[in-house]
């Protein structure tokens, strides 16, 4: 019994020896052609432009051309969809942000499932938004925003991009865990909804970096703090939010996916080149001045982060009541 045994265990040694071999092998021939990189974006635009300057630089590592394909609409539920659908043999990729986590809880028909038909591949940056004010607004931080919205109930409101998107949601977070009650404003655009902002016609919104630049400088919009837990090095006098209200943490992040069942192999050569990418000095420079964090995330830390992140914001949908196809 016990030499059928060894026999048994012999034999289970080679066959995974024979895979990992396979698999190695599989790795260093790829890709033998251009790799599909299915985006939810139009041109142009800060996504469009990380996922055109991140894959340049991968594609001079891999010796192949990325073909960034356009996919924009519902949400970034069309590219994802197609990424879900198509060969899982490392050709097809998609360019992840936080619509996977957000329409994960967001969606109750989705036609497939984020957690399960899509492996994450890679992280290139993340970055906070900036917790923009109205200037008249007589707070200094996020912590006194929450304390003026606790002595005025629904009084305070702020501005978004739609339903569903991380502004809004972010706003809930806010207000949930601040305990705190903000009315919500949606809008088309953050253009349109910034000089209703630099008016006071509504009080607070959530955005990027720069997108308010010119109402900054004359005073009439104020940033009262960053989402992310540790202060900007671009702009270290600037507080996070978190210093007001402590564990508050919302990202923005830009990486790859792809579909469920691309060989393991495949999915550590493309992350490896990924990281290399976007810890090279000439990258992470380009990135920081544009308000993102390079990161180089492996494998086992890119699951944690996307568990983590579609946590976050199935917390903040369930709390807003926000459904988007019922």
Known sequence: MRAMDSKKIAGRALVAAALLAAGSALAQGFPTKPIRLVTPYSPGGAGDWVARASTDRVAAALGQQFVIEPKPGAGGNIAAETVVRAPADGYTLLFATPLLAINASLYKKLSFDPARDLIPVAMVATGPYVLYATGSLPVKNAGELVALAKQKPGAINYASLGIGTGPHLGGVLL???????????????????????????????????????AFLKDGRVKILGFTGLTRMKEYPEIPTVSETVPGYEILGWYGFAAPAGTPPAIIERLNAEVVKVSGSPDFSSQLEKRGLIPQTYNLAQMREFFARDAERWARAVKASGAKIDE
């Open 175 to 213: 207000g949930l865990m601040g305990g705190a009650e903000f009315t919500h404003v949606p809008y088309k655009g953050f253009g349109q909804a910034l000089p209703d902002l630099a008016s006071g016609q509504v009080h607070f919104s959530l955005n990027g970096i720069g997108a308010a630049d």
